[in-house]
C-alpha cells in the first residue's frame, strides 16, 4: 500500500514534468525584449512561458547564447527525471526488482525524486542566473516548480524513512555507513569522477549540434535550430543501407574475429617448445602494427587490374584479368580477409593470458583421469574463458554501429563503384562533411545514432546474458 502511494506521488511528478506544463513564466515582456534587443519579426516566435523541453529555442530565438549551456543542462535533467519516474513506476506496477523486501524498488523511487527536486532546484537557480543576467525581472517560476520542489523533497524523506526501516529488518547498511567504512576509497575515486566528468560527460552536451544548423557566428547555442532536419537528411541518404553494411560487417568481424582469435590462442597454449611458441604468438601479433596506409599499398598492388600481383599470375597462366576495382562482389570477403589478418594476433593476447591463468592442476587432474586433449580444451579451457568471451562480445556489440574507418577508407577510398557493398557510417559522415562545409550538425546527427543504436543493443544483450548467468553481465 505505501509503495502504491509513493507511485502515485512520482505519477504527479512525472505529469508536471512533461513538456505540456509550463515551468517558467516570462514577465515584463516588452522591456524584457527592449533589454536583450528583439525585433518585432523575431518577438513573434517568443513565448509567454516556456517548460524546460522547449527552454532551448527561447535562447536561439533571443541570440542569448550565454543561457544555451544552462538550458540545455535543464533539458538533460528534465528528460532524465521523466525517464526515473517511469522506470520506478514500471518496478511498482509489475514488481519487478525488489531483492530484499522493498530496498530495491525504495532505491529506484529515491532516484527518480532526486532528479525530480535537482530538476525543481536547478530551474529556480536559472531564473535567478537569468535575471542577474539581463539586469531586471523577466523570468519567474511558475507554482508548478515550486509543487515539485516541495512535494519531490518530501516523497525523498519519506523514501528515506522506509529504506531506514528496511535496511534494518535485512542488516543492510547505506551509502552513508560504507563512506564512512571506506572513505580512503571514495577519495581515491574522486580524480577518476572528475576525469570521467571532463571528458565523458560533459562533451555530451555537443548532442545538441544534431538539432542544429550551426554556425560559427552564432554559436551553438543560438544557431538556428533545426529539428529532426539532419536525421532526415540521413534516412534520404540510405540510412537503411548504411545501417546493414556496418552492422552485418561488424558482425562478421566480432563473430568470426573471437572464434579465430580463441582457436589460434588455444593453439598456441598447447604448444610445449618454447622458441616456437614465442615465434608463432610475435608473427601473428606483427600485423596488428601494420599501419592502413601501407595495407592500402599492398592491396592496391596486390589487386590492380594492370599490373597487379592477382592479375599477372592470372594472365601468365592464361587467362582473363578481373577488374577487382570495379567489381563489389569481391570486396567483403577482401575487407573481412584483411581485417582478421590485422587484428586476430591482437585479440589472441587477452584469451591467451585467460589460459595462461587457469589452474595447472585442473589440466593434470583431467589427464589422470584419462582426459585427452580435445576433452581438455572443451571441459575445461572453453569454459574457463566462457566470462572473458561474454565481456568483449558486450564490449563489441556496444560498438556495433562503429566501422573500422581507417580499414574501409584506405582500402575503398572515394571508389564510388564499390560505395554500395563497403560504405558504412563513418566513410559516409567523412565524405558529407569534407564536401560540405559546416555539416558538424549532420555528423553528430550520425553519431548520435550510432551511439543510441549500440546502446540499445547492449541493453538487449546484457539483459539476455542477466537472465542467463548474472555473474557474467555488465550491470
Known amino acids: 500500500m505505501k509503495n502504491k502511494w ?34 518585432k519579426e523575431m518577438a513573434g516566435d517568443l513565448l509567454t512561458g516556456y517548460n524546460l523541453f522547449n527552454l532551448l529555442s527561447f535562447v536561439q530565438y533571443s541570440r542569448q547564447g550565454v543561457l544555451g549551456l544552462f538550458a540545455m ?8 527525471a521523466v525517464y526515473f519516474n517511469i522506470a520506478f513506476i514500471i518496478r511498482n506496477v509489475f514488481g519487478l526488482g525488489k531483492g530484499k523486501g522493498s530496498l530495491h524498488l525504495l532505491a529506484a523511487g529515491k532516484l527518480a525524486f532526486l532528479f525530480e527536486f535537482v530538476t525543481a532546484l536547478a530551474t529556480i537557480i536559472f531564473v535567478i542566473f537569468s535575471n542577474a543576467r539581463f539586469g531586471m525581472t523577466g523570468f519567474l517560476p511558475s507554482a508548478v516548480v515550486y509543487i515539485e520542489l516541495i512535494v519531490s ?28 567504512r571506506n572513505w580512503v576509497l571514495f577519495v581515491m575515486l574522486v580524480p577518476t569522477f572528475i576525469y570521467f ?14 538539432f542544429t544548423s550551426f554556425n560559427f557566428r552564432d554559436g551553438l547555442w543560438s544557431s538556428p535550430f533545426t529539428g529532426f532536419k539532419n536525421f532526415e537528411f540521413l534516412v534520404k541518404a540510405d540510412l537503411f543501407r548504411l545501417t546493414k553494411n556496418t552492422v552485418l560487417y561488424n558482425l562478421v568481424f566480432i563473430g568470426i574475429g573471437n572464434i579465430l582469435q580463441i582457436i589460434f590462442a588455444i593453439l598456441v597454449s598447447r604448444v610445449t617448445v ?10 601473428m601479433f606483427m600485423p ?46 577482401f575487407i573481412t580477409f584483411f581485417y582478421l589478418w590485422k587484428n586476430i594476433g591482437y585479440g589472441m593476447v587477452v584469451y591467451l593470458a585467460t589460459i595462461m591463468g587457469i589452474d595447472n592442476e585442473i589440466y593434470e587432474a583431467a589427464k589422470v583421469d584419462g582426459a585427452g586433449d580435445l576433452q581438455q580444451i572443451w571441459y575445461i579451457t572453453l569454459p574457463h574463458i566462457k566470462p572473458t568471451f561474454i565481456i568483449l562480445l558486450l564490449y563489441a556489440l556496444g560498438g556495433i554501429m562503429k566501422g573500422q574507418f581507417e580499414l574501409f577508407y584506405q ?34 546527427a550520425a553519431g548520435l545514432y550510432q551511439s543510441l543504436f549500440g546502446f540499445l543493443i547492449i541493453v538487449l544483450v546484457n539483459y539476455v546474458v542477466k537472465k542467463k548467468n548474472p555473474e557474467y553481465a555488465l550491470f
Not at 199 to 207: A, H, K, Q, S
Not at 274 to 283: M, P, R, Y
Not at 293 to 315: D, H, M, P, S, W
Open 6 to 39: 509513493i507511485s502515485g506521488v512520482s505519477a504527479l511528478c512525472l505529469i508536471m514534468t512533461l513538456p505540456f506544463i509550463n515551468w517558467i513564466k516570462v514577465v515584463n515582456l516588452v522591456a524584457l525584449f527592449s533589454k536583450i534587443g528583439v525585433t
Open 411 to 444: 582500402l575503398i577510398g572515394n571508389n564510388g563503384v564499390l560505395f554500395n557493398a563497403t560504405d558504412i557510417f563513418d566513410t559516409y559522415v567523412y565524405r558529407i562533411t569534407m564536401t560540405q562545409p559546416l555539416s558538424i550538425g549532420l555528423g553528430t
Open 153 to 180: 523533497a518530501a516523497a525523498y524523506i519519506y523514501i528515506k524513512v522506509l529504506e531506514k526501516k528496511e535496511r534494518e529488518i535485512y542488516r543492510e547498511h547505506g551509502l552513508w555507513v560504507e563512506f564512512k
Open 197 to 210: 566528468m571532463i571528458n565523458n560527460y560533459l562533451p555530451m552536451l555537443g548532442v545538441y549540434f544534431a
Open 274 to 283: 618454447k622458441w616456437f611458441k614465442k615465434t608463432s604468438q610475435t608473427l
Open 73 to 80: 543542462v535543464l533539458l538533460i535533467l528534465a528528460v532524465a
Open 288 to 333: 596488428y602494427f601494420v599501419s592502413f596506409v601501407i595495407l592500402k599499398v599492398i592491396v592496391y598492388n596486390v589487386f590492380e587490374y594492370q599490373y597487379g600481383l592477382i592479375n599477372n599470375i592470372i594472365t601468365g597462366m592464361g587467362g582473363e584479368r578481373i577488374d577487382f576495382y570495379n567489381n563489389p562482389a569481391y570486396w567483403p570477403l
